[in-house]
C-alpha cells in the first residue's frame, strides 16, 4: 500500500497542541504513514510528540474562522487538540488521520516497519510452548501432547500443539471438535501441582434443540477425572441463556449424559454490554463538571466494577473447587474466547506464584490469551472514544488487567510486577509498536509472517533494562494461593487507569517512583 495517497497535507506550520500536563505549544505537524509527529519551534528534543495513527479512537473537527480545531481522542485515553491555521490544511490533515488510524491490512501495520536498533528479527518470538509446558507437568502418565491441530484444520483458534488426556487418541479429538463450537474441544490449561487437579477450557456442546450427544466428548471429560469421583463445569453463561442456547445450536453439558459433572452458572457479561460499561466509565472519568453524587451516580451505573467484581468471584469459585475441594473443572462460555480465558487466567494467578513473576505473567498471557485464540483484533479495533458502530469490540482483556490490578493492591508483595506494566499493556494492546497483539489468533499470525517480520513485546519487556522498570520492588515469593476479597469496599476504581490523565495521577506516579527509589536504596544498603 502507498501511504502518501492518503496524506495531501503532510506538513503544516503554527500548529499549536494542546495536551494534558503542558502548556500550548506552536509547532510544525508532519503526517507520516503511520504517526503524528509534532515538533516546536525551539527545537527541544524533549518536547517532541510522536503519536502512532493506530492509537486514534476517534477524531472531532471543529472550524474556527478561518483555520480550524483538530481533536484527537486516543484509545490510551488521552484526548489531544491541534489548532491548524487554513481550513484547507485542517480538514486535509482531519483526513489522512481518519484513513491510515483504521487500517484493515495487518501487513501494512506500523509492527511490520519497526526497526529498532536494539532489536533482531532474530531474536526469539515468545516466550514458551506447549511442547515446554507440557515438559514442566508432573504425571505425564495421564496426559499426552496432541498435534492433531499442527495444520490448525481440527480448530482454527488454537495452537497446533494441545495437552490432553493420554486415553484420548487424536481421531476420538477431530469428533469431539465437532461437537464444540468452532472446533474448541476440552484442553489442560492448568495442572495443580498439590493435588494433581487441572483446568481445562473449551466452548459450549453443540447438543441443540434435540440434545444431541456425542459419545466421544463423554469418554474425554470422564478421562479427565479419572476415578476421582466428581469434576465441576463452570458456564459463565446464566443457566438461562445456556437454555436459550440450545436453540441456536448451542448447549450444554447435561446431568444424563455427564453424570460425573456438577454444572455451575455463574454470567459474566462481554461483547456489546461490556464495550458500553467502558464507554459509560470512561465518560464518567472525562466528566469534570459534575457533584461528587453524579459523579458515583455515573460510576455506579458504568456497572464496571460489577464486572471486575464477577470475573474476580468466579475465579474465585474455580480456585476453590481446585485447591480446596479437590476436584478438576471445566471453564467455557459459548465460543471459549474471552470469558472463558477470563476466568481462567485469573484462577491461575491465585493457585499458581510461579503466574506471579514478570516473566510468569507474561508467559500466561501468551498461553491463555494468545495461544488460546483470544481474537485482539476484533475486540480493541476500538476503545471507549470510537463513534463507530459497535461490532466485535469487548476489553475483555483490559477487564482482566483491572481485576490483576486489584489482587495485586490486596495482596501488594505477592506480584514480582508492578502497576506500571498493566497500564503498558493496556496500551499496547490497543496500539503497538510490536506484533504481539496482532491478529485474532496464532493461525493467523503464522499466516501473516508476524513471528518472522515483527518483533515481540513480551521478550522485549524481559530485557533487563525493561525488567527493571516493571519489577515490583515489594516483590516477596509465596507458595500460598492469594485469595481475592470481592467485598464491594474491597474493589476499587482503577485509578492508575482511567485517571491517568488527571493531576491526581501525576502525583501518584511520583509517589510510586520514590517509593521504589527507596527500596531499592534500602536493599543496597542491607
Known sequence: MEFSEHIKTANVEDVVLRRPFHPPTQGTLCVTGHHLLFSNRDGDSSRLVLLL????????????????????????????????????????????????????IVSDMYPFFYRPLTLSLQDQWGLSSPEQNYAQMEELDRWRLSHVNKDYSVCPSYPPAVI???????????????FRQGGRFPVLCYYHRKNGMVIMRSSQPLTGANRKRCREDELLLQAVIDGSGLGYIIDTRSNQQAQQARMTGGGFESKSSYSCWKRLH????????????????????????????RWLSKL???????????????????????????????????EGTDTTLLVSSLAQLILDPNTRTLAG???????????????????????????ARLRL????????????????????????FSEPLLLRL???????????????????RCAAGVKERTHCLFQFLLKPSERERYS?????????????????QSLQLWRGLFLRWTQHAVHLEKAQEELRNLVIECRGAS
Open 393 to 416: 469490540e469487548a476489553p475483555v482483556f483490559v477487564l482482566l488487567l483491572d481485576c490483576v490490578w486489584q489482587l495485586a493492591r490486596q495482596f501488594p508483595l505477592a506480584m514480582g
Open 426 to 444: 493496556a496500551m499496547e494492546v490497543y496500539a503497538s509498536d510490536y506484533g504481539t497483539f496482532l491478529c485474532n489468533s496464532d493461525q493467523e
Open 300 to 334: 455506579e451505573n458504568s456497572k464496571w466494577l460489577s464486572h471486575v467484581h464477577t470475573a474476580l468471584a468466579t475465579a474465585g469459585l474455580l480456585a476453590e473447587c481446585v485447591e480446596r475441594d479437590g476436584h478438576s473443572v471445566l471453564v467455557h462460555g459459548s
Open 472 to 488: 515490583n520492588p515489594l516483590y516477596e515469593p509465596t507458595e500460598l494461593a492469594i485469595w481475592p476479597s470481592v467485598q464491594p
Open 53 to 104: 495513527l493506530r492509537n486514534i479512537d476517534a477524531i472531532e473537527k471543529r472550524p474556527s474562522g478561518s483555520s480550524g480545531t483538530i481533536t484527537l481522542k486516543c484509545k490510551d485515553l488521552c484526548v489531544l487538540q491541534l489548532d491548524i491555521p487554513g481550513m484547507e490544511e485542517c480538514l486535509n490533515i482531519a483526513r489522512s488521520i481518519e484513513h491510515l488510524s483504521s487500517l484493515d
Open 266 to 293: 455463574r454470567q459474566l457479561e462481554r461483547g456489546k454490554v461490556l464495550q458500553e460499561s467502558l464507554i459509560k466509565l470512561v465518560e464518567a472519568c472525562g466528566d469534570h463538571s459534575h457533584s461528587v453524587d
Open 164 to 178: 490432553v488426556p493420554h486415553s484420548i487418541d487424536d481421531e476420538t479429538l477431530v469428533k469431539v471438535a465437532k
Open 361 to 387: 505473567f507474561l508467559g500466561l498471557l501468551e498461553r491463555e490469551w494468545l495461544l488460546a485464540g483470544h481474537p485482539f483484533q476484533q475486540r480493541c479495533a476500538h476503545s471507549a472514544y470510537s463513534h
